[in-house]
């Protein structure tokens, strides 16, 4: 069975609205532990807009718990993501004026910098993965510079599905990567706008090991219950 990481960055969102405590992203992780999810992630950024440092530490303490901590290449977050201690990091790239996540790393760009990011986790024992665009040579890169795990991002296939638009292209470059990435010896992972649809599409690439989902689970489970969504999720990944 392919694995699920739940994101519950909008259970914070949530929270932060009224500038209290509830609902309370700890506990929304305890719960989900306890019906079965293999892990949370959390995405600690640079303007704290939704999980804050208190959060991070206190969901990354929880027992038994794997927790992949999203963060972007700023000092800052990388020490202190190096003091909260995490299972696994995911490197995602960030920019403070967009809404969410609008692409994967620019892995030439960056090449050196991440390197050195991902030794300074890996000689901590913490998994690492970098957030990518489905595309060969970026695969290639994490491969060249030590990632354990690349995080495929799935928007642009996702919202092909949903619009109801020709998504075999994007599929085909996400295939390639996958099995290109899987035979470099990298673990493949696929996140970003997924819903129940596209995540039945992705579950039948061999290659992708684990699925991490948020926005959808969150605003679906309004209307469902969060247990029921996790239900349906493992379902389809079963």
């Known amino acids: 069975m392919k694995r699920l990481g739940v994101n519950i960055d909008h259970v914070a969102t949530l929270r932060n609205a009224r500038g ?8 929304a992780a305890k719960f989900l532990k306890k019906i079965g999810i293999d892990s949370i992630t959390i995405h600690l950024r640079e303007d704290r807009r939704h999980i804050k440092d208190s959060d991070a530490k206190k969901i990354c303490s929880i027992k038994d718990l794997l927790v992949n901590l999203e963060i972007s290449t700023r000092n800052e977050i990388v020490k202190n993501a190096l003091k909260i201690k995490p299972n696994y990091i995911c490197i995602v790239p960030e920019n403070r004026k967009e809404i969410t996540t609008e692409g994967g790393l620019d892995l ?17 024992r913490i998994r690492t993965s970098l957030f990518i665009n489905p595309s060969l040579k970026d695969i290639k890169i994490a491969d060249e510079i030590g990632a354990d795990c690349v995080e495929i991002h799935t928007g642009k296939f996702a919202n092909l599905v949903k619009s109801r638009k020709n998504f075999q292209n994007e599929l085909k470059r996400i295939k390639n990567s996958s099995k290109f990435g899987n035979l470099m010896g990298l673990e493949i992972h696929a996140g970003h706008g997924l819903d129940y649809e596209a995540t039945k599409i992705l579950s039948r690439v061999d290659e992708i090991k684990e699925f991490n989902i948020g926005h959808f689970i ?3 489970s309004v209307f469902f219950g969060i247990r029921k969504v996790i239900n349906n999720f493992k379902k389809i990944l079963s």
Not at 20 to 27: L, V
Not at 108 to 124: G, M, P, Q, S, Y
């Open 20 to 27: 209290e405590y509830h609902p309370d992203p700890c506990y």
């Open 108 to 124: 030439k760009k960056n090449k050196n910098k991440i390197k050195k990011i991902l030794k300074l986790f890996k000689d901590k």
């Open 218 to 220: 969150i605003g679906e």
